[in-house]
C-alpha cells in the first residue's frame, strides 16, 4: 500500500520536489519515497515537474517515521500537505502533531479504528 504526498498551494511542485529528497534521507524511509513526475511540457525533453510523492507503507513502522518526518517538515514550513491512500485524502496544515497524521495513516491502512 502507497501513500501519495501532494503539496497544496502555488509553490507545491517546488515544495514537493525538497520534500521528496528529505523525506528519501530519513532512517526508516530510505527506497520507500519516489517522486512521480507529470508529463512533460511541450518545450520539455525530459519529465514535467514533480506531481506527487509515492510513499510504500508497508510494515516495519514506516508509518511512525512518516508521520514525524512530515510533522517536522510542516514545522518548518507554512504548506499545507495532502496525502491520499486507497482514495481517502486528507489535508494536513503546517503544524500538525505527528500523532494526527500517524492516526490518518493507521487508519486508511486498517490498522487502527480510530480516524
Keep these: 500500500m502507497d501513500a501519495e504526498i501532494r503539496v497544496v498551494g502555488e509553490a507545491g511542485g517546488a515544495e514537493l520536489a525538497e520534500l521528496g529528497r528529505w523525506l528519501a534521507a530519513q532512517r526508516g524511509l530510505v527506497g520507500k519515497v519516489f517522486q512521480i513526475q507529470g508529463e512533460p511540457g511541450e ?64 487508519a486508511v491502512k486498517g490498522e487502527d479504528s480510530r480516524a
Excluded at 506527487?52 to 512530515?70: P, Q, R
Excluded at 507554512?78 to 502533531?97: H, L, R
Design 43 to 106: 518545450q520539455e525533453l525530459s519529465g514535467g515537474a514533480v506531481e506527487l510523492l509515492s510513499v510504500a507503507l508497508g510494515s516495519g513502522g514506516v508509518v511512525s517515521v512518516l508521520s514525524s518526518a512530515l510533522s517536522a517538515w510542516l514545522g518548518s514550513r507554512q504548506q499545507t500537505i495532502k496525502i491520499t491512500v486507497d482514495g481517502t485524502s486528507a489535508e494536513f496544515p503546517a503544524g500538525t502533531e505527528p500523532e494526527v497524521v500517524a492516526r490518518y495513516l493507521r
